[in-house]
């Protein structure tokens, strides 16, 4: 199996260094040259293993040999040891037909530990084999930063540099970044918004001296290894609801499109899944551009759901990729204006086949904290402000007497101000993380400028 990029003008490249690449030389994003094949009979075979047996069936095809299997299911099984549930990932119902598949039991309490803890062992099993060291940067709008520090953290082969906008991440989430006491680690706050932190990092990634120089890898979605450790789920969500011998829908609270591409990769795979809801918040231009077929950036606004605050949604370009046909020059085009003029027109034919994969829908504030309230009064469960995103786009999108699943893709207790504001309930960290708030800060504030960024990870990186 090798990598190829969304632009078509990088070299296809082997699971391993499509891993420590990131983002592909020509500024593309690396896909698989084709989808791996699971059968019906395949899928079945599922029923009954482990979270992390699971997770080996489907990540081997993606990794195909480049990492013995041994040593990759040792990996497998130490990221997904770090969870604090049994089923790693549980299914909750809270209607006949209704699910919310918990993806919070990481240590940081967001969907971004599923990923995070098994890149980080693959990237320093990687380089342990090279001899090498490597710079790790990464843009957040609060969950990918604290899953990707509490994951590099302390690993002797990687410095990790998180960009994320100064105040526009909830307290716990800045608390979780800027509370490591390891010296490899180095929190950023930029005065700007997400979008400007994710520019900036694929900007680095596009100044090939500096890239080459500091050894630059990624751990945003843009990177691969990402994408495919999350299709893993929804592997284990549909088989326990019956699958492959019944459909079912999922709906993903959206912002990158990273979480939602996996739904789209175990589809690909072989997965009967129904319906694949795309669910946004106020910044919704991905529920506009289903709409209209006009991918059009109008600033973004802040909600109560920050993670989900972004305006260029980077794992798009991995479905446009796809739309086409795969044609990297319909990619290159879109993206080029996008950069020019902030919006592109998607072809008819290409919207079509968007289309017949996703549906969209959003949900503003109110909705959000409406759904909080009334989801607790209903079942007692309770939901954070991402998490209700779906859960109020999942209502109108279900299809009756089939099985709906919404990823739950962060705890409650990262959001205190909002669910409290919603429902009246101010929930507590778990027990581990109780004393958070009280630990110690270090970050650096920086302008949201190239330059003042990569003079900072100049000064600080070790693989110089
Ligand atoms: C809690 C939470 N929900 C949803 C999302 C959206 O996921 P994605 O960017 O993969 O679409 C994010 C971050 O991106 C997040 O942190
Ligand atoms: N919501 C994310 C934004 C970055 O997304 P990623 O999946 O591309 O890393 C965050 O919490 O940082």
Redesign the pocket.
């Known amino acids: 199996m090798d990598y190829i990029s969304t632009r078509g003008e990088a070299p296809a490249l082997g699971f391993r260094d499509a891993l420590l690449a990131g983002l592909a030389r020509d500024g593309g994003l690396y896909l698989p040259r084709h989808w791996p094949q699971l059968s019906k009979r395949d899928i079945r075979n599922l029923r009954g293993k482990s979270y992390a047996e699971v997770a080996f069936e489907i990540l081997k095809h993606f990794v195909d040999g480049e990492i013995p299997d041994d040593k990759l299911k040792t990996m497998i099984n130490e990221a997904y040891a770090t969870f604090r549930h049994p089923a790693v990932v549980p299914l909750v119902q809270t209607g006949p037909n209704d699910f919310v598949l918990e993806l919070?039991h990481g240590t940081t309490l967001?969907?971004?530990d599923v990923a995070m803890q098994l890149l980080a062992r693959l990237m320093d099993h990687v380089l342990a084999e090279r001899g090498e060291r490597a710079t790790i940067v990464g843009a957040t709008?609060?969950?990918?930063g604290g899953a990707a520090i509490d994951a590099f953290a302390g690993r002797d082969r990687t410095d990790i540099f998180i960009l994320f906008p100064e105040g526009k991440v909830s307290p716990v989430q800045q608390r979780q970044m800027t509370s490591s006491t390891a010296s490899n680690v180095h929190a950023v706050a930029l005065k700007g918004n997400f979008d400007d932190c994710q520019n900036i990092v694929k900007e680095m990634f596009n100044d090939v001296a500096f890239r080459d120089r500091v050894k630059l890898s990624g751990v945003n979605?843009i990177n691969w290894a990402r994408i495919m450790a999350?299709v893993v789920y929804y592997f284990t969500a549909a088989v326990s609801l019956g699958g492959p011998d019944r459909k079912v829908s999922f709906t993903?609270?959206?912002?990158?499109?990273?979480?939602?591409?996996?739904g789209y990769v175990a589809k690909k795979m072989g997965l009967p899944i129904d319906r694949l809801v795309i669910a946004t918040n106020d910044n919704d231009i991905l529920a506009r551009t289903l709409k209209t077929g006009r991918y059009e950036m109008q600033g973004v606004m802040a909600t109560t759901?920050p993670?989900?605050d972004?305006q260029i949604?980077?794992?798009f370009e991995r479905l446009l990729f796809e739309a086409y046909g795969r044609d990297p020059s319909a990619v290159r085009s879109s993206m080029a204006s996008l950069k020019q003029s902030g919006a592109f027109e998607i072809k008819p034919e290409a919207l079509k086949a968007i289309k017949r994969e996703f549906r969209a829908g959003r949900a503003t504030q109110e909705q959000v904290a409406e759904t909080i309230r009334e989801t607790l009064e209903a079942t007692g469960y309770l939901l954070?402000p991402?998490?209700a995103?779906?859960v109020f786009v999942a209502q109108k999108n279900a299809r009756p007497g089939s099985p709906m699943v919404t990823?739950a893709?962060?705890h409650p207790a990262?959001f205190p101000a909002a669910v409290k504001s919603a429902c009246g309930i101010d929930p507590a960290l778990p027990s581990w993380l109780a004393d958070l708030m009280h630990r110690e800060e270090r970050f650096d504030t920086l302008d949201a400028e190239l330059k003042a960024v990569e003079t900072f990870i100049g000064d600080h990186a070790r693989a110089n």
Request: avoid cysteine; charge should be negative; charged fraction near 15%.
């Open positions: 919070f967001a969907f971004k709008s609060g969950d990918t979605s999350q993903v609270p959206t912002g990158n499109f990273g979480d939602i591409f996996a759901s993670s989900m972004i949604s980077s794992n954070d991402h998490t995103t779906g990823l893709t962060a990262k």
